[in-house]
């Protein structure tokens, strides 16, 4: 069965500093990983994703993520964080071989200090 | 690209009513989930369809949960018998059916808050 985990309920960093999120995950086959992001009253919003190719991706608003097939981890990571990305952050996980769920981790609040 | 719609954004029921939440996907996708989020927690998987077709459904699901997509378009989730532990947000997402590069990214909507009391 195909699981994720994000180890921290709370990430705070200040701005300008850089900023990780950390994300593991379980799967019988190779994973399709992603991360999304969901601001107050919004929706989920899709941040990147990695299919297959560069262990490195990058997303949307300068967030990318690393991904280690040894550590199963998938992080994601931003430069300089900006008090805007202050947010709850999903990690997912998708098994390639089979079944069309993505499975969600429990979120990590991400929290900006200016 | 109008973006995933969903309807009621908010519905507050008796326990042991019956309840329907429509969502209206991005046109052009053909694959259509369900999703549950509680507090605190990320959203649980629920249901898929790809086209009008019900794929997968999850173990957690009970028979009390039924879901809809009766021509590929729009779908519907209905809970009959409501309890107070339905209580949660409901989240419909969609995708793309074009390559695997740009299908496997969700387009979620706002989702409807039930409140069972």
């Known amino acids: 069965a195909q699981s994720v985990a994000q180890p921290e309920d709370q990430v705070n960093v200040a701005e300008g500093n850089p900023l990780t999120v950390k994300c593991t995950y379980s799967v019988s086959g190779n994973p399709y990983l992603f991360w999304y992001v969901q601001y107050p009253n919004r929706g989920l919003q899709f941040l990147l994703k990695?299919?297959?190719?560069?262990?490195l991706v990058k997303g949307s608003y300068g967030f990318e993520a690393e991904f280690n097939k040894s550590q199963t981890s998938f992080h994601l990571k931003k430069p300089s964080a900006l008090v805007s990305d202050s947010a709850l952050y999903f990690c997912?996980?998708?098994?390639?071989?089979?079944?069309?769920?993505?499975?969600f981790g429990a979120g990590t609040r991400l929290f900006v200090k200016a | 690209d109008t973006g995933v719609s969903q309807n009621p954004r908010h519905k507050i029921t008796k326990r042991g009513q019956n309840v329907t939440f429509r969502c209206d996907p991005i046109?052009?996708?053909?694959?259509l989930y369900w999703y549950r989020q509680t507090l605190g927690q990320g959203p649980e998987f629920l249901t898929y369809f790809q086209n009008e077709a019900q794929l997968e459904k999850s173990r957690l699901l009970s028979d009390r949960f039924s879901a809809e997509r009766p021509k590929g378009s729009f779908s519907t989730l209905e809970i009959q018998r409501t309890e107070q532990g339905d209580s949660a947000m409901y989240l419909c997402a969609s995708s793309s059916r074009e390559s695997v590069a740009t299908n496997e990214k969700l387009f979620f909507g706002s989702g409807t808050q039930l409140s069972v009391l």
């Open positions: 997912a996980v998708r098994d390639m071989r089979g079944g069309f769920k993505t499975i």
């Open positions: 990695y299919i297959t190719g560069d262990n």
């Open positions: 046109s052009e996708h053909n694959r």
